[in-house]
């Protein structure tokens, strides 16, 4: 299983990124996919996830800025991110698991190396 995540760069605060994760070697449809984020010298916190059917769920401080979505024919999940603030700064981390509209780390098998977001003030 590869989870592949792009995206990452260099933006503005106020501005907006679109994050992908292209996944391989798993049946993407069957699985609920995540987005954490870890910021340096933070421990990694949940930050959205959909499930198979595309029911979504957010992280308080992400509600209204931030949309996941997925395109199961071309096993990809999205993040987009708009309105971004310098401490939205982190790395990305995409994650495929089973367990329904689950936060935490635990609940989840399979993880991308991550892409860094920097948000500069």
């Known amino acids: 299983v590869q989870l592949q995540a792009s995206g990452g760069g260099l933006v503005q605060a106020g501005g907006s990124l679109r994050l992908s994760c292209a996944a391989s070697?798993?049946?993407?449809?069957?699985?609920?996919m995540a987005w954490f984020r870890q910021a340096p010298g933070k421990e990694r916190e949940f930050v959205s996830v959909i499930n198979r059917g595309g029911l979504t769920n957010y992280a308080d401080s992400m509600k209204g800025r931030f949309t996941i979505s997925r395109d199961n024919p071309k096993n990809t999940v999205f993040l987009q991110m708009n309105s971004l603030k310098s401490e939205d700064t982190a790395v990305y981390y995409c994650?495929?698991?089973?367990?329904?509209?689950?936060?935490?780390?635990?609940?989840?098998?399979?993880w991308g190396q991550g892409t860094l977001v920097t948000v500069s003030s």
């Open positions: 994650a495929a698991g089973r367990r329904q509209l689950a936060r935490s780390r635990s609940n989840y098998d399979y």
């Open positions: 070697g798993l049946t993407f449809s069957n699985y609920v």
